[in-house]
């Protein structure tokens, strides 16, 4: 069958397969550890489970309105308000199905064909395949140590042409960890505004932070960015809700009317009883989110204390989210040999970084509990002196 070329052209998530692979050998009995797809190991919080099975009793299981639930967008403008000091209102707010929908649909409503979107490398590995499928170039700008892996005014501005549409910024990163700060996010956004062109500031990782880093959202720092910024976020990563599929979109009105549209003709309303779920997420406690937080920050410090013991593998401490991306460039492999070999040889799942535009390093997901991490750090420290 001759398939239509925008799907020719994109690479099925890796994430995603390698999490699956993992899944289908634990179940067949095999002994793996598994840091693959980000998903924390947390049950969704009882009280939010509660909600939802509160809202299916009461008979919220019919089709909604496209663009979510009217008290979950009004929830949603409250929390962009009182985290991120973003003026928004109901109108403002698109809910989709999960963070990664949001990012569809945004590029789907901005991109013409030809359109360039700069994506600083290394990045989450569907982002220049959803720029593919809406038709759009991805410009990558690769970064390394001396910015920290981050990228700079500089390099932003030298790489946009009067074809740039959209910048694709994503703090705390995945896959490095790396947190801007505001110092760095005020020399983003002038060059944005002073050439014109769009952001959209993928924030699903903004609550999982460590060591006092402020996260600072980049169209808080003015009124000419936040004209020019797009918000990406989602319940996933905070509340541990990845099942769920609940994210959403930020943005101008017109954007967000022309993306409903798009859902409207597309996948229509989020399940309609998690949406209830999703407001009690935001209306109720947060101490949730600070107990999974502090759980990341002590797993962090144990896988990275584990690494730090492996001749041949060198990291830095990420500031946010909860991967460690470490470099594996004095062993013999590339990265898409070094995880098969690794899941083969010792039945520990890595990501590749390859896919995330860095073919020297691994992602290792420490959303995991601590008895995985050290065991799995053993096997990878065994796996790396047969290999260096
Ligand atoms: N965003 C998560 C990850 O990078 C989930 C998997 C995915 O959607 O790619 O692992």
């Not at 290394?122 to 959803?130: A, C, N």
Request: overall charge negative.
């Amino acid at each position: 069958m001759e398939l239509a070329q925008r799907i020719t052209e994109i690479q099925p998530s890796v994430t995603l397969a390698i999490a699956a692979m993992a899944k289908a050998m634990q179940k067949d009995g095999e002994d793996i550890c598994s840091f693959s797809a980000g998903e924390p190991d947390f049950d969704t919080p009882a009280h939010i489970k509660d909600a939802a099975k509160q809202a299916l009793d009461r008979g919220k299981t019919k089709y909604g309105a496209a663009a979510g639930e009217p008290e979950l967008r009004e929830s949603i403008a409250g929390k962009l308000k009182r985290d991120n000091n973003l003026k928004y209102s109901a109108a403002n707010i698109l809910v989709t199905n999960g963070g990664k929908h949001s990012l569809y649909n945004l590029m789907m409503a901005v991109i013409n064909p030809g359109d360039e979107v700069i994506i600083p490398a290394p990045f989450w590995l569907s982002y220049p395949e959803m720029v593919k499928l809406a038709g759009g170039v991805p410009v990558i700008v690769d970064t390394d140590s001396s910015t920290g892996y981050k990228i700079t005014a500089d390099a932003l501005s030298a790489a946009i042409t009067p074809r740039t549409k959209l910048f694709i910024l994503n703090s705390p990163s995945n896959p490095s960890g790396v947190v801007y700060t505001r110092n760095e996010l005020q020399a983003l956004a002038k060059v944005i505004v002073d050439r014109d062109i769009l952001v959209v500031s993928d924030e699903i990782y903004e609550k999982i932070i460590y060591d006092g880093v402020e996260q600072v959202s980049i169209g808080a720092l003015g009124e000419e960015i936040f004209q020019r910024t797009i918000i990406s976020n989602g319940f996933a990563k905070a509340y541990s809700m990845t099942g769920w599929r609940i994210g959403y979109l930020a943005a101008p009105v017109a954007l967000i009317q022309a993306a409903s549209a798009l859902q409207g003709h597309s996948t229509s309303n989020v399940c309609t009883f998690a949406q209830y779920g999703a407001i009690a997420a935001l209306e109720g406690s947060q101490d949730c989110v600070e107990t999974m937080r502090q759980a990341f920050a002590t797993r962090r410090q144990v896988m990275l204390d584990c690494l730090q013991q492996i001749p041949g593998l060198t990291c830095a401490k990420p500031d946010g989210a909860f991967y460690i991306f470490a470099n594996i460039g004095n062993t013999k492999f590339k990265s898409l040999d070094f995880c098969s070999q690794l899941l083969e040889q010792q039945q520990v799942a890595a990501i590749p970084g390859q896919p995330f535009g860095a073919d020297d390093c691994i992602r290792l997901s420490y959303a995991t509990d601590l008895i995985t991490i050290e065991k799995g750090m053993d096997r990878l420290a065994k796996f790396v002196s047969n290999c260096t």
